[in-house]
């Protein structure tokens, strides 16, 4: 299993540009997750999502939108970007047992 | 909604030591507390959890204590390595499934 798995890695976009962050899961998990974690502030849920076909706010939604179409992937978008969106967006799924991140995608606006 | 806070904010202590990091919350309706590290450029990763119908919880170095009267939950790290070396993030929700609160994350460093 690849566990929850991210896309792209890197990123760079200037002002104003607008991009989609996908987030894919194998673990059959009901609950996704999109959080974003900038220095000294730990992590701060953006969006999250329930099953397929739900999205609810987090924390912190403002200038985000996500999508559920199927149950394994979880998509963040980014309408017109800020140079207050640049962040490390990690995305994760939880079950019972725990809730587990995939491996960051780090986003510079400039 | 909830709130967790944690402390302290960076920890050093001499390889061999133990470490002690603290987290309190707010909703008395929280009853998951799960604990993750995170090493530099990696993602954070669970390591030990409790839930609150417990009240310690122990993984060989690694143990968790929970006091639901006064919200707070502790992380313990005994025989410190240099490999505890990492960012420790608590965290708090009303389920294993549910949305976590977390805290703001305790560097840990552990000295030769």
């Known amino acids: 299993n690849a566990g929850v798995t991210q896309t792209p890695k890197f990123r760079v976009l200037k002002t104003g540009q607008s991009m989609t962050l996908l987030c894919a899961q194998d673990m059959n998990h009901e609950y996704m997750y999109w959080y974003r974690q900038d220095p000294g502030m730990g992590l701060r849920l953006i969006h999250y999502?329930?099953?397929?076909?739900?999205?609810a706010k987090g924390e912190v939604p403002d200038g985000y939108n996500v999508s559920r179409l199927k149950k394994q992937n979880f998509l963040l978008g980014l309408e017109s970007a800020a140079p207050s969106q640049t962040s490390v967006y990690f995305c994760a799924s939880s079950d019972r047992a725990g809730q587990f991140f995939g491996p960051g995608t780090r986003l510079t606006v400039l | 909604g909830e709130n967790v806070e944690q402390h302290p904010s960076t920890l050093s202590v001499q390889e061999g030591d133990s470490a002690v990091i603290k987290c309190t919350y707010s909703?008395?309706?929280?009853?998951?507390f799960p604990w993750y590290k995170q090493e530099l450029g990696k993602r954070p990763q669970l390591i030990i959890d409790?839930?609150?119908?417990?009240g310690e919880k122990k993984d060989q170095r690694i143990a968790v204590t929970l006091n639901k009267t006064a919200k707070h939950f502790s992380l313990h790290i005994t025989e410190t390595q240099p490999e505890d070396s990492a960012v420790y993030f608590c965290a708090a929700s009303t389920g294993t499934a549910s949305k976590l609160t977390f805290g703001t994350g305790t560097r840990l460093q552990v000295t030769l």
């Open positions: 909703d008395s309706a929280s009853n998951y």
């Open positions: 409790i839930r609150s119908n417990v």
């Open positions: 999502s329930v099953g397929e076909g739900t999205t």
